[in-house]
């Protein structure tokens, strides 16, 4: 054993979740240690939407001027195709926020923004390079963690632990904490494309028969997405890379040459779509937040987002018993009261989408017509702001408390 370190709070998990929680707490005067399995927040696309309520919250904490040198595209209003007919689904422009749009930006530059702003605390520790490999537990109370690291194993020992380590959660399951799984009837498939110079800058999805296609726009690139029914990967593949280009071509508005920058399976990242959730999010010492407490479906692009609000709603429940050493279990079970709601009700929409519109597409032989709420929605456009707010600002909302936001320490 290299060593063993004490902290108020470890945060196994440096993603989105794991790292707003770190700097908030850091913030808070919460002794802090974020531990990281990777040596760098480098990741291909793994979700780099952030949506207006992330961007309030940056707001909120005064860091939204320099979060917003970093580069991003502005998503304003998010359209699509059903059919071969045009439609607009949420415009973002009129909610009540500062930043109406989604950023488009890297996960990595997020992070690494979120990291460097903690390190400014000198009760914020970040370890990368260490991945938690169990629970530490005494009397039934997990005491902290131990971790694999360069240097060798270690401990750390915490008031509590939080896991926001992902959906797949080593944590979660060393705790033994049931999981309730959803179900999707689709996986994605995510590649890049090159961009053109007369391509319009429109991030969108295209419905049609058979298939489900979402182009984003990144600038330099497309970040592509192209949605097949669950675990039909192999099948995909043994009809080989070209007929897969031959899809992309339909599902797509892309001539056939340029899925040619496809080259080989290796630059198709399969996404497993899961929708799952703990019943209970925590146990004496420890509480999942994130994809650890719950995996969400693609749908939406809410995940990050999510994440964060977890995170806020984190710490500004348990910031101060936290600083006090007296963390219960009642202080644990009010954050999953918190969250819980927000997470039934976003995972209930997605279900929905996936057996109303996503399943039905991907077996369809015509082309789709929109459906009527959309149709509404073309002729009177202000009613588009209602798919803006429930995607953009999500369900109960988090802010950052005052406490914090005014910390100076
Ligand atoms: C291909 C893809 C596309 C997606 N698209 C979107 C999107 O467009 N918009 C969106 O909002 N969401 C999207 N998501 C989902 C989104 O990425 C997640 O919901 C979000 O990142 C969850 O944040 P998190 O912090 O809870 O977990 P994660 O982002 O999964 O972070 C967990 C972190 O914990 C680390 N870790 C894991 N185990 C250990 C361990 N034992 N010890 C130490 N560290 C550990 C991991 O390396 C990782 O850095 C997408 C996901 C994928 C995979």
């Keep these: ?59 909120e904490l005064g860091l939204i001027d320099r979060f917003l040198e970093l580069p991003h595209q502005k998503v304003s209003k998010l359209g699509g195709m059903v059919g071969t007919t045009p439609v607009m689904i949420a415009d973002f422009t009129h909610l009540p926020v500062r930043e109406r749009y989604i950023a488009m930006m890297p996960q990595w530059d997020f992070l690494n923004f979120m990291a460097s702003a903690a390190a400014k605390y000198p009760n914020f520790t970040l370890l990368m390079n260490t991945e938690a490999t169990d629970l530490i537990e005494r009397g039934g109370v997990v005491a902290g963690v131990k971790a694999k690291s360069p240097e060798g194993p270690k401990e750390i020992l915490a008031d509590l632990v939080v896991a926001a380590d992902g959906r797949g959660s080593v944590l979660r399951s060393r705790a033994d904490l049931s999981v309730e799984d959803l179900g999707a009837p689709m996986d994605a498939l995510w590649f890049r494309l090159p961009i053109d110079r007369a391509d319009a800058p429109e991030t969108m999805g295209r419905f049609s028969a058979g298939s489900i296609f979402v182009m984003l726009y990144r600038g330099d690139y497309w970040q592509c997405a192209y949605v097949i029914p669950k675990g039909s990967l192999e099948t995909l593949k043994a009809g080989g890379l070209d007929a897969f280009r031959d899809a992309i071509a339909i599902a797509s508005p892309f001539k056939r040459e340029r899925l040619d920058a496809i080259s080989s399976w290796d630059d198709v990242k399969l996404l497993t779509v899961r929708v799952d959730r703990l019943l209970q999010w925590y146990r004496p010492g420890l509480l999942c937040i994130g994809d650890a407490a719950h995996a969400m479906s693609p749908i939406g692009g809410v995940g990050v987002n999510l994440a964060v609000q977890d995170a806020v709603a984190t710490a500004n429940i348990l910031a101060q018993p936290l600083k006090a050493g007296t963390v219960t279990p009642d202080d644990l079970r009010e954050v999953q009261k918190r969250r819980m709601f927000p997470t039934r009700v976003t995972q209930a929409i997605q279900v929905a989408a996936q057996n109303n519109i996503i399943g039905p597409t991907l077996k369809l032989r015509e082309q789709p017509k929109p459906p009527f709420a959309l149709r509404i929605m073309q002729t009177f456009p202000f009613l588009q702001r209602i798919p803006a707010r429930v995607l953009g600002l999500g369900v109960r909302r988090e802010h950052v408390a005052d406490f914090i936001r005014d910390a100076r320490n």
Aim: net charge neutral; glycine share 14%; with cysteine.
């Design 1 to 59: 054993m290299t060593g063993t370190e004490k902290s108020q709070c470890c945060v196994v998990g440096g993603g989105p979740a794991g790292l707003m929680l770190g700097y908030l707490l850091a913030r808070a005067g919460v002794r802090v240690t974020v531990l990281e399995k990777h040596a760098d927040f480098l990741r291909d696309f793994r979700g780099d939407t952030v949506h207006p309520s992330t961007l309030e919250i940056m707001v």
